[in-house]
């Protein structure tokens, strides 16, 4: 994203959601990585949920994420 990511409306509004809500980080590091969150189910399950940050602070649903990880069933030998 590197610098369009500034200009983006929707990652001034993540900033301030997450100012108000108390975060606050050091800001050390590249700055430039979008995240993501992925649920593998065992065996041949495969991915149950692919979550891509599209801009910084995007975030993932958590009930998505529960939902995901109560699909995934124990692998048998």
């Given at each position: 994203?590197?610098?369009?990511?500034?200009?983006?409306?929707?990652?001034?509004?993540?900033?301030?959601?997450?100012?108000?809500?108390?975060?606050?980080?050091?800001?050390?590091?590249?700055?430039?990585?979008?995240?993501?969150?992925?649920?593998?189910?065992?065996?041949?399950?495969?991915?149950?949920?692919?979550?891509?940050?599209?801009?910084?602070?995007?975030?993932?649903?958590?009930?998505s994420v529960l939902e995901a990880a109560e699909?995934?069933?124990?692998?048998?030998?």
């Open positions: 994203m590197m610098l369009s990511g500034f200009f983006r409306l929707g990652v001034w509004q993540n900033f301030f959601r997450a100012w108000r809500s108390g975060y606050s980080g050091n800001l050390e590091g590249e700055g430039f990585t979008l995240g993501g969150v992925y649920v593998i189910g065992a065996g041949r399950q495969g991915v149950l949920l692919e979550h891509r940050e599209k801009e910084f602070g995007d975030k993932v649903s958590l009930p699909k995934i069933k124990p692998q048998t030998s």
